[in-house]
């Protein structure tokens, strides 16, 4: 198996979590809804656009660092939040958390993880949010906000695009449940996976840890993701939940799976601070438009006063310098850097930060730029277009 050191992008890392993790936990990482059409548009879209550089522009020292919701960040690419990483790694949320700390960016802690709030905010000094969903038990919500608050949260992340689950067909399939139960047929994908499997004397925190105390036995028994999603998650979440959330919540507020600049006009209004601009990498609507096209409708419809996240299907620098050309302040990754987590833990989560912070600041210096605010649409030429004069 490839070693960290021989990973030289985000397809090796992808490789090396596909050659460790057991195929049904891989197809649960992997995976979108469907036929996967949005998954794989989230990606190809960036091939729409081509790049215009401006050349002699002096670029000896290229800095990449930017601000996001009154942060520095050594980078402008952000961990989005994921659930259950312990089922790539044992060193699970702690280890990605604090691979971000070390690169200078933020984490965000999902309430699908497989770690407390309070336990990662004892551990990891660095920037951090806690991503909430709307369970039908909303003290638990309540809960959220306030130990979210109590550890030191700077932002807190609301994510709109789950009221029921998406068709996740590859879990059907492999019967991925959680904890994992490897069925008959599934059986020989754990097998053969040591080093996943030495795992499991580190420990087996395989539960959903800041909703576990709140449900019943037969609610903490194995279910599969999208019976938990919809039995647990309410559907009739709307705007006035959003409202109550801003209402509780002083500090940043970011809503995550927003596509749409009606949506996020209304969003503004309401004082969200940042929106994650995303359709959950693929994993719910189908079909739904990918990220990247969606970024400069929404800049138009929010102005400069509202930070715009690009979440979904960022695998090269290219791509981030493209989705920051459009209008986007940062890009954020679920993907590459589980990818990193199932290949080597904290490392291999800094490798995937490394790597794209590597190819961003190469085509920040190819283009002509030296930091991330000279970045601007002038860069950038639809694919199948000629170059258009400048006015004289
Ligand atoms: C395994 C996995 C679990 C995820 N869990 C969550 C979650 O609990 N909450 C959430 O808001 N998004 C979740 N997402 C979506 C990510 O936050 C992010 O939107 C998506 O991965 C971005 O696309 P990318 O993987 O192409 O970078 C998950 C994604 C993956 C791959």
Known sequence: MMSLDRCHNIQDLQRRARATLPHPIYDYLEGGADDEWSLKRNTSAFDNWQFLPNTLMNVASVNPATRLLGHKLAGPILLSPTGMSRLFHHDKEFAAARAAERFGTFYGLSAMGSTRIEEL???????????????????????????????????????????????????????????????????????????????????????????????????????????????????????????????????????????????????????????????????????????????????????????????????????????????????????????????????????ALEILQAETIRTMALLGATAIDEINQSHLVPVGRLVAQPPS
């Open 121 to 351: 905010a004892d551990s990891s000094h660095g920037l951090k949010f806690f991503q909430v969903y709307i369970f039908k038990d909303r003290g638990l919500t309540r809960e959220f906000l306030a130990k979210s608050k109590q550890g030191g949260y700077q932002a807190l992340c609301l994510t709109v695009d789950t009221p029921i689950a998406g068709n996740r067909e590859r879990d059907i399939y492999s019967g991925m449940t959680i904890p994992p139960r490897p069925t008959l047929r599934a059986l020989a994908g754990f097998a053969t996976k040591w080093r996943w499997l030495a795992g499991l004397a580190k420990n087996r925190d395989f539960f959903i840890a800041n909703v576990a105390d709140r449900l019943n036995a037969t609610e903490r028994g194995t279910s599969s993701i999208i019976d938990f999603v919809n039995k647990q998650f309410d559907p009739s979440i709307s705007w006035q939940d959003l409202e109550w959330l801003a209402s509780e919540w002083d500090g940043p507020l970011i809503l995550k799976g927003v596509l749409s600049p009606d949506d996020a006009r209304r969003a503004q209004r309401i004082g969200v601070s940042a929106i994650m601009v995303s359709n959950h990498g693929g994993r719910q609507l189908e079909c739904a438009a990918a990220p990247i096209d969606c970024i400069p409708a929404l800049r138009d419809a929010v102005g400069n006063d509202l930070e715009l996240i690009l979440d979904g299907g960022i695998r090269r620098g290219t791509h981030v310098v493209k989705a920051l050309a459009m209008g986007a302040d940062a890009c954020s990754i679920g993907r590459p850097y589980l990818y990193g987590l199932a290949a080597g833990g904290e490392a291999g989560v800094l490798k």
